[in-house]
């Protein structure tokens, strides 16, 4: 078997529970179902969550990410408390779960636990929700510091900071975890312009967009990470851009919620760091993530002259968005993954044409079958 070594893709956007949420969230009969019946089905499976069965399906879908090419997932968690919001005896406790499951399969994780405050403006918390909520952003940035403090030496675990989503806290919260990530040299992560809905309620409650507010509030910045950033005006990609923030585009699953379109050309030509998420865990591929970004550019633009093209090299858009994910996440250390060159998706390809093709024919199956994780490979 001829291999080929790459970096691993780094998913900096995962919410583990929600693999199983797969098949069962398809069942949609109502023509109006759209995000927000999905959101949903997705506190249900909230519901059934104790830190035991969040270690399990994070196992399974960490173990299904690290066979598909990825080297390090950055767990965007915010299932916080017991399900009636009383904060768990070990106020960490279903962080630590989803961590250690990371470490099982081998797997490095940077934890990102998320703010979380109300429902919307002035709009409270249903059934489902209060298990992510905090009181004050004082009560939350506590459990951080605990957090940090339990990662402290753990091996392969990372820490980092994010706010939900300027709905789910208000704006003092966000100006408030910005400095803290600061102070600590912490990435900070939000999701923002996923649903035009999302939009109209900032614009109600706070007269300008989610990026404008997060702008003003000095959360952007080079290590802030915009999770979606799909409906955007120009100027925002100027402010992202200015900003030197990154944007975590995650093509299947914004396809699967139907969320729009990225405007993944837009970003490239303002110079915006584009990384890539697996969100939802509805499919765990690297591979089909970036040929999306590729796909969907050249389909929006009819032409072929879209990402790749312009990528470095000899066309390494898959180095270069996973270098882009490694900053997203604050990660310095470059895993590899091994491409098996032999594999029927790839024999026969031109040796200058591999980077190239791994963005366009590939998929998870291209990786070689993985030895138990090498020390060096464990941070
Ligand atoms: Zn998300």
Request: glycine share 10%; with cysteine; net charge negative.
């Amino acid at each position: 078997m001829r291999i080929h070594r790459v970096p691993a893709m780094a998913n900096v956007h995962s919410h583990a529970f929600q693999r199983d949420l797969r098949g069962v969230a398809e069942r949609t009969s109502d023509p109006g179902d759209d995000f927000w019946a999905w959101r949903d089905a997705m506190f249900s499976a909230v519901d059934r969550l104790d830190p035991e069965r969040m270690k399990q399906v994070a196992r399974r879908v960490y173990a299904e990410m690290r066979a598909a090419g990825y080297g390090v997932v950055g767990e965007f968690h915010y299932v916080h408390h017991r399900p009636d919001g009383r904060p768990y005896g070990e106020p960490n406790a279903m962080a630590i779960a989803v961590a250690e499951a990371a470490q099982e399969v081998g797997l490095q994780i940077v934890l990102l636990p998320a703010a979380y405050h109300r429902g919307g403006a002035g709009i409270a918390l249903v059934r489902g929700q209060q298990r992510f909520a905090d009181p004050t952003p004082e009560a939350f940035l506590a459990r951080v510091d605990g957090l940090r403090a339990w990662a402290d030496g753990q091996d392969g675990v990372g820490v980092g900071v994010a706010a939900h989503s300027v709905r789910a806290v208000p704006a003092d919260w966000l100006a408030a975890i910005a400095e803290y990530s600061d102070r600590h040299g912490l990435v900070r992560h939000i999701h923002a312009h996923e649903q035009p809905r999302e939009l109209d309620e900032c614009r109600a409650e706070h007269g300008c967009s989610p990026i404008e507010l997060l702008a003003e509030r000095g959360f952007l910045g080079e290590r802030t990470t915009i999770v979606h950033g799909i409906h955007v005006t120009p100027a925002e990609i100027d402010t992202l851009a200015r900003t030197r923030t990154l944007v975590a585009s995650c093509p299947t699953t914004e396809g699967s919620l139907g969320d729009g379109c990225f405007p993944a050309r837009a970003y490239r030509d303002a110079g915006v760091r584009v990384a890539i998420g697996s969100d939802s865990n509805v499919i765990v591929d690297p591979f089909e993530e970036v040929r999306e970004l590729e796909t969907l550019a050249r389909r929006a633009h009819r032409t072929r002259h879209a990402l790749l093209a312009r990528a470095g090299g000899a066309g390494d858009l898959w180095g270069e968005i996973a270098a882009n994910g490694r900053a997203s996440l604050g990660v310095e250390r470059e895993a590899t993954i091994g491409i098996d060159l032999d594999h029927p998706r790839l024999a026969g390809i031109d040796p200058d044409d591999v980077l190239r093709a791994l963005a366009t024919c590939a998929a998870a199956d291209v990786v070689a079958a993985l030895a138990p994780p090498a020390a060096e490979e464990r941070a």
